[in-house]
């Protein structure tokens, strides 16, 4: 894999670390973190799409329909 993956791969870290923190802290603004789980899921599921890594992109993916269901719950319903 390239640099510029692995740099990828570093940002999708970052973005569900901070998602988890954010989610686990219960504070006002806590749900706000499945917006950042949403934004990592994205990012990998496209770098998967791209290097082939079938298995990492069905996960990555369906965590997407995850996220956009937690903001469901928490936005709009």
Known sequence: ????????????TGLFLSAAILLSSNIEV??????????GHIILSMLFWIINDKP???QNFF???????????????
Not at 30 to 39: D, E, I, K, M, T
């Open 1 to 12: 894999m390239s640099r510029y993956g692995e740099f990828i791969k570093w940002i999708g």
């Open 30 to 39: 806590s749900a706000f973190g499945f917006y950042l789980f949403l934004a």
């Open 56 to 58: 990492m992109f069905v």
């Open 63 to 77: 965590f997407i329909f995850v996220d956009l269901w937690g903001i469901y719950r928490w936005f709009i319903a």
